[in-house]
Structure formats: C-alpha cells, structure tokens
C-alpha cells in the first residue's frame, strides 16, 4: 500500500493511494523459444470507480529482435486529479471519466502502431467567475485507425461529440473562460 501525494505541483493535490494486493511472476524467458510462447504481463488498477487494465504479450526473437503487444483498456477513469498538471490555464475543477481500448504493436526496427478508441464522458470545467461549468459536453469519442509513432503519423475514423456547451463572453474579459489563463498571471 503506497500513498502518494505530488507536492511539485503549485495548488495542493489530493493524496492517490495505490494498493496491490498480489504481485505475480510466471513463465520469465531470457532465451528466444524456451517456452514455446511469448512472455505475458498484466496489470489491473482501480482508481475510485474507475478501471484500468494493461496486458502485455513480448516475444523474444532469433537474432535479437523483440516483438511487443499490448492492449489497454480503461473504464470509468476519473479526470478530477487531471486539472492539476494542466498548466496555466484556471480551472477550479474539472469532472469526467476518461475510457479507451486501444492496442499497440512493436517490432524492433519494424512497426510501431496503435489502434482503437478513447473517449471522454461527463465533462464539465469549472472556472473561477462562472457559476455554472464554462465547458461541458456529454460524450467525445475518437476512432483511430492507426497511429504510426515512428512516423509521427495518425489516421483517425470518426470523432463524435455529442452534447456540447461552451460559455463566451462577447461582452468583454476573456471571451473563452474555459481556456483564459489565471488573472493573476494575465495582469
């Protein structure tokens, strides 16, 4: 049990407790075709009602290849504690889940390719002189076909946003509040 706690960022963080009730090693190969399969690795967290599920799958190959897959899935993660490593823009606080499959692939001197989904849901950012969220929306969802990292290259299927709010000023002051920066900062 490990309670953590970021004291390098500026406003005071809530502590994040990590819990692991079981640490499992099986089946290690160092030696390319030992056991006739790959070496698999799995990590399962829980953050509040959130979960986060990552499987890995390495192969070791003839010649000192390696070949990596891993599939992420996230379910109901939440974004509160996110709002504070985004820098310099205000927010007071910011609610939401965060969910994603995706699956990732790795070849030495070959492909580096991601593919699936992620989405935000339930989002609401609260700023400082707004009452009401300056920017909400219900579902944003994106569909990416492959992200080639070697590349530098995405290729995305759909992007749905589905209940989208935005609060402006067009009277004066910052005319998007979502995304001013700090007044003390902008004075």
Known sequence: HVRFRDFA??????????????????????????????????????VDEGRLRVSTHVWLREGGGVGL??????????????????????????????????VHHLETKGRNLVRGTVSLDGVAVHVPEVEAPALTWKHLGVAIAALDLEAHRAQVDTVELA?????VRPEGGDLLPAIARRASEAA
């Open 9 to 46: 960022i500026q406003e005071q963080s809530e502590p994040v407790d990590v819990r692991l009730p079981t640490i499992e090693v099986r089946d290690i190969a160092l030696a390319p075709g030992l056991y006739g399969g790959p070496a698999r690795t799995s990590i399962d967290v829980r």
């Open 69 to 102: 897959a891993t599939t992420l899935r996230a379910r109901r993660m939440p974004l509160k504690r996110a709002r504070l490593y985004v820098p310099e823009v205000g927010w007071r606080e910011l609610e939401g889940e965060l969910g994603a499959s995706l």
């Open 163 to 167: 209940g989208a709010t935005v609060v």
